[in-house]
Each structure stands twice: as C-alpha cells, then as structure tokens.
C-alpha cells in the first residue's frame, strides 16, 4: 500500500507527479523492447528512446516549473493584503486620477 509522505515540504501534487515521470521513464524503457520484439532496427529503437527521452525531460522540466508556480501563487495568496497593492492605491475621492485638470469647469484650450 502506498503511505503518503512525512516530509513538512512535501505537497500533494509532489507524488503524483513523481509517479507520472515513473511511469514516463518505464515506458521509454519498454517501447524499445517492444520494438525490438517486433522486428525494428536497432537504429530505430534508439532513435525512438532518445525522442521519448527528450520529450519525457521537457515534460517533467514543465511540470517541475508548473507545480513551483502553483505553489508561489498559493503563498501568494494567504500573505497580507499589504503584499498584493500595486503603486496605484485608491485614493477614496478619484481627484488624482491623472490627466490635466484645468481648476473650474473652463475647457481645456
């Protein structure tokens, strides 16, 4: 049976996405073989590794980078609203909106 992770930093999607490029690396290692059995050159098994191999690295290189930034929005979120102002901060009465105020109600000429 599978027993989840101890590890204080550990997050759920950490393991399933272990277990995807498990999963990944054990088939670019037994399409080959199938190949092979099936009569493919050897050339063109290899040929076939190293293209899985390369798709599987930049799909866990994406998933990777996929879950860091799902994890920085989750800290993102629960940290003070304080964090989340831009320079724009509401003023209240809208009177330093930009733009160029003339001082009555004369047209801008």
């Keep these: 049976m599978h027993t989840p992770r101890t590890d204080p930093e550990s997050r759920p999607g950490d393991e399933r996405s272990t ?24 050339a063109g098994a290899a040929g076939t590794t190293l293209g899985l191999a390369a798709v599987t690295a930049v799909c866990r290189l994406l998933l990777r980078r996929s879950e860091r930034y799902a994890a920085r929005l ?9 964090a ?9 009465t809208g009177s330093h909106r ?7 109600n004369s047209p801008v000429g």
Excluded at 84 to 92: A, E, K, L, V
Aim: proline share 6%.
């Design 19 to 42: 277990d995807l490029i498990r999963w990944a690396a054990f088939s670019c290692a037994l399409v080959p073989v199938v190949l092979l059995w099936y009569g493919t050159s050897p």
């Design 84 to 92: 989340h102002r831009g320079r724009r901060q509401s003023t209240g």
């Design 98 to 104: 930009g733009g160029r105020h003339s001082g009555g």
């Design 74 to 82: 989750l800290t993102e979120a629960h940290a003070p609203c304080a």
